[in-house]
């Protein structure tokens, strides 16, 4: 059976690299009917923190990637790795270094000075047995080494790469178990992943360099590895690693700023993979069917925000009412807005009736939940600012008065208060007064909203309300006489 896992460290948020990752372990295991294993790794005790270990695992549920095991924390298997590194000892495949930190410390600048490689000279990889148990008498701290080979290379096979070769020279005699009890990454990832029978290693080409170590713990195990599949960076549109100086990294951010779960997993999913033809839409199910590693590239993908948003717009738009709502409401419900408010304003509707038909014609034209809000904040404030631009573009022309002057007059007169009857008075009044209608529209939408982008003219003012269409126009009308005055 197929096994795949996920392990973050949890270090900090959710970075959408680590996401993707996660997303192509979770879909070929699904793809092929196999198990998706979640797994924190938490043995650097100085920088995990349960907080960002709560996180990782929201964020994963938020986007749909459920697991069949996990969350399993390493945390809780340390004695799991003392036994399995004690094993490496008695084989002769490890040892035991009593190095101080200050020897260390020397060696690093000594190093550092005659502009050799840094690494550790194997000063204790051959202590004879009676200077070890000297050494462990006096409880002298220390931790255990893997002996890498001196010589020739170490070969394994990455599945988008294929084989690849490093010389045993550039490994050094790494750490397997700290001084303090707890494991490096290279010991609990490789004992884990053979003891929960994980088939396929998916994770970032950064651990490329580090696979020569945990091919010769394998070996040195007895056990089989399992496939490795190193996927490439994701890069910002500069050419560089993406990172939080290019913005937004993590997934907890594009959720906080009103990306949609479904849309983030379609990008991501597309930023490395392709289905083989010209489909961009893909649902969490469809890329389950699909998704194979024939298909995954190894170039590294540019993280396109634009095209991330035009895809959470399309989601957007097609999001039914009852799975919009709870994501919209708690920004609308910021503006405290009472049903007597409404009824001030010249509102005939109910306030949740009056709250749905205004969202629904923000979602057709935004990107994000947050744009939603943004593009529709004249609908749920008292007051509104005129934008600049706007004004400019709309605010001049012959008769530019009397043209708003019909608009207010319709509003006035519009009887009963409806989207047909602003209509018809609108374009009634223009008529008589021989304005083409456009004339009209352009001026009386931002009167009414303060910028040339909304919504229909006669159904943004029915929701505005006769009694705030008419105190806009009003506050219109004089940012017009003054301007003329000047």
């Known amino acids: 059976m197929i096994v795949t896992r996920f392990a973050p460290s949890p270090t900090g948020a959710l970075h959408v690299g680590g ?6 372990a979770w879909a070929f295991a699904r793809h092929n009917n196999g198990k998706f294993i979640l797994r924190i790794e938490d043995t650097d005790r100085e920088r995990s923190d349960m907080s960002h270990a709560d996180g990782i695992v929201d964020a994963l549920q938020w986007m749909g990637l459920n697991w069949d095991e996990g969350p399993i924390f390493q945390s809780d298997r340390k004695e799991i790795y003392r036994e399995h590194a004690e094993k490496l000892v008695e084989l002769g495949a490890a040892y035991r270094c009593f190095c101080s930190q200050e020897r260390l410390e020397e060696m690093r600048k000594e190093q550092t000075g005659k502009g050799v490689p840094e690494g550790y000279d194997r000063r204790c990889r051959n202590l004879s047995i009676e200077e070890v148990e000297l050494e462990l ?3 002298t701290p220390h931790v255990i080494r893997f002996k890498m080979p001196l010589d020739g290379e170490t070969i394994f096979r ?10 045993n020279t550039q490994q050094d005699d790494f750490i397997l178990l700290k001084s303090d009890g707890f494991p490096t990454y290279h010991l609990a990832n490789v004992i884990d992943d053979h003891l929960m029978n994980v088939t396929h290693v998916m994770r970032g080409e950064e651990w490329i360099p580090s696979t020569p170590k945990h091919v010769r713990l394998y070996e040195s195990f007895g056990w089989e590895p399992p496939a490795f599949v ?15 100086r290019h913005g937004a990294t993590s997934v907890q951010e594009y959720r906080e700023r009103g990306f949609l779960p479904t849309a983030l997993l379609n990008y991501l999913t597309l930023l490395g993979w392709s289905p083989g033809d010209d489909r961009e839409i893909f649902s969490r199910d469809e890329l389950a069917e699909l998704f194979s590693l024939e298909r995954v590239n190894k170039r590294s993908a540019v993280f396109d925000e634009t095209k991330l948003r035009w ?23 910021k503006f405290g807005l009472k049903d007597e408010q409404l009824k001030d304003w010249g509102v005939t509707l109910d306030k949740n009736e009056w709250i749905k038909k205004t969202l629904e014609l923000g979602k057709e034209r935004a990107e994000t939940v947050i744009d939603v809000i943004e593009k529709l904040r004249f609908f ?53 007064k021989g ?24 159904t943004t003012i029915f929701l ?6 008419l105190k806009r126009v009003e506050k219109a009308l004089g940012i017009i006489a003054n301007t003329i005055d000047r």
């Not at 738009?317 to 919209?328: A, G, K, Q, T, V």
């Not at 319709?410 to 209509?423: G, H, K, R, T, V």
Request: neutral net charge; without cysteine; glycine residues 8%.
């Open 19 to 24: 996401a993707r990752t996660a997303l192509y």
């Open 137 to 139: 008498s006096k409880k």
């Open 158 to 167: 990455d599945e988008l790469r294929g084989t690849i070769a490093y010389p």
């Open 230 to 244: 190193h996927l490439p960076v994701i890069l910002a549109p500069d050419g560089k690693k993406l990172s939080k």
């Open 311 to 333: 895809l959470n717009g399309k989601y957007l738009m097609e999001l039914s009412w009852d799975r919009f709502e709870p994501l919209i409401m708690p920004y609308v419900e």
């Open 380 to 432: 749920y404030e008292e007051e509104i600012e005129f934008d600049e631009e706007s004004v400019k573009k709309h605010f001049k022309g012959d008769d530019l008065q009397g043209r708003i002057e019909v608009g207010r007059e319709a509003i006035q007169a519009a009887n009963p208060w409806s989207i047909e009857e602003l209509e018809k008075e609108i374009r009634g009044r223009a008529d008589v």
């Open 435 to 458: 304005f083409k209608h456009p004339k009209v529209f352009h001026p009386m939408r931002v009167a009414v909203t303060g910028r040339q982008h909304a919504p229909g003219l006669f």
């Open 464 to 469: 505005i309300g006769r009694n705030r269409a």
